[in-house]
């Protein structure tokens, strides 16, 4: 088993590679990590750069969420304007809540009723699969170019989903030896998950935001916003509730108040420049994960389960996006259908569905439930890669003039 210094080394390299690539042929950074991975996959290199141990330590130790997803999420929100935030927020919240709700009983009714699967299998994967990614979506969308405020809708619901599905998940894995599930108690789980992650970004962002008044120099203002994020994470984790909003609120307050107010111009584009650099680490990371954690033929073996589940993940969106923003409106104007077309393309998953699929070895022992989810699971790597392609896609040709 190679070293850490040899598996930094490695991503490094790689990461350097791909971006030099990119920069040359102009194709997308990400796309180029996912395609050097697959092909390292495919190679005698797995087991050189320590492909198990990455995914042993980031996936089956739950640390890809806690500390891949932060610097996004903290980046990405930190930019994000309070106006165009207050035009999106109600349809964001709606695709973010009642949307991953809609998304599991669509999904888990399509795979039991119309697939023929076991009723646990089939909600399992529909709750674990309903929640958007983080990762994928900041990184498509910013590339994208799309409309302030339309990037702004994906990128909230991103953001905030992920304390629905954990609820939505949590629900369906205790409910597997329960006769009725209780509605109360699902409205409170979730509650507690949201509203704890939020009380936790805007305590810990207050407190950044006082020690922002009482240091003045760039590298004392930067530490106090990469304790801030990864302090709000830890604090909200070890209380039971989101900490991917904890620092989505975190972010949206930094960015919107502390560096408005108390921050001097110069240290606020070293802050910036900072997280820049940092989230373009963590796409590396997740993107080149993506691609090494492939295997093109089992993939190719379970093509008919992959169609299924794509089948049941489309489904399922569309269920939601379309009633949700159709009954939506942006600046008390009707939500354009393109914006529809595009927010129904990006309903991409990833991190959050891999760690939670990973977390099934510990709560399921019948061995057909299990193989049943995990081969479905399969299926997160196709969506989420031909999503990604058919929002670009219909970005860069004739949809945009529509926005």
Not at 20 to 42: C, D, E
Not at 125 to 136: E, N, Q, V, Y
Not at 257 to 266: A, E, Y
Request: proline share 4%; hydrophobic share 50%.
């Amino acid at each position: 088993m190679p070293s850490f210094e040899v598996i930094i080394t490695a991503f490094l390299a790689i990461s350097l590679t791909a971006s030099i690539i990119s920069s040359r042929t102009r194709t997308p950074y990400t796309i180029v990590l996912v395609l050097f991975g697959l092909a390292i996959a495919g190679s005698y290199l797995p087991s050189l750069l320590g492909v198990n141990l990455l995914y042993d330590n980031l996936i089956g130790g739950g640390l890809f969420v806690g500390l891949v997803l932060p610097p996004l999420l903290f980046e990405t929100m930190m930019n994000i304007r309070y106006e165009d935030l207050r035009s999106v927020v109600r349809p964001a919240l709606r695709l973010a809540t009642v949307g991953v709700v809609i998304a599991t009983i669509v999904g888990g009714l399509f795979l039991w009723q119309i697939a023929r699967l076991p009723l646990v299998s089939s909600f399992v994967f529909a709750s674990l699969i309903a929640p958007t990614d983080t990762a994928t979506v900041l990184e498509i969308f910013r590339r994208a170019r799309l409309p302030r405020k339309l990037s702004t809708l994906m990128e909230t619901e991103a953001a905030f989903n992920d304390a629905t599905g954990i609820a939505i998940f949590t629900i369906v894995i205790t409910s597997y030896n329960v006769s009725q599930l209780s509605l109360f108690r699902a409205a409170t789980s979730f509650a507690t998950i949201l509203g704890g992650g939020v009380l936790v970004g805007l305590a810990v962002a207050l407190g950044a935001h006082f020690l922002s008044r009482i240091v003045t120099d760039p590298m004392s203002e930067t530490m106090i916003t990469i304790t801030a994020v990864y302090g709000s994470f830890t604090v909200a984790q070890a209380l039971g509730v989101s900490g991917l909003v904890a620092v989505a609120i975190g972010g949206l307050y930094y960015g919107n108040s502390t560096l408005k107010t108390w921050v001097r111009p110069q240290t606020t584009r070293i802050v910036r420049n900072f997280w820049r650099i940092m989230a373009f680490i963590a796409n590396s990371l997740a993107f080149l994960y993506i691609g090494l954690s492939t295997d093109l033929s089992k993939i190719v073996a379970d093509l008919l389960p992959i169609a299924i589940a794509f089948s049941a993940v489309i489904l399922a969106r569309v269920a939601t996006v379309y009633p949700l923003l159709g009954t939506s409106k942006v600046d008390n104007a009707p939500i354009p259908r393109s914006w529809k077309n595009v927010a129904l393309l990006g309903g991409m998953k990833g991190a959050l569905s891999i760690a939670l699929a990973a977390s099934l070895y510990k709560q399921f022992y019948q061995p057909r439930d299990r193989s049943d989810i995990l081969s479905l699971q399969k299926a997160w790597l196709s969506q989420h890669i031909g999503s990604a392609v058919q929002v670009l896609c219909r970005c860069f040709t004739g949809g945009r003039e529509n926005f």
